[in-house]
């Protein structure tokens, strides 16, 4: 499973994601993946609507 680099929450599988290859002259750093969507942001929440 793939860690967001982000928001560090799981991407779980059908989730799009961003990899981000480092830069390969400062050392052998794995890539990191981060959610496609603004994973910062709280994912809109659906209320109930109530009337
Ligand atoms: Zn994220």
């Not at 982000?6 to 991407?11: D, E, Q, V």
């Not at 799009?16 to 052998?28: F, L, Q, R």
Request: glycine share 8%.
């Amino acid at each position: 499973m793939k860690i967001c680099d982000r928001c560090g929450k799981p991407i779980m599988r059908g989730e799009g994601y961003d990899t981000i290859v480092p830069d390969s002259m400062s050392g052998a750093r794995p890539n990191t993946y981060v959610h496609q969507w603004d994973c910062m942001r709280p994912r809109a929440v659906f209320l109930p609507r109530v009337r």
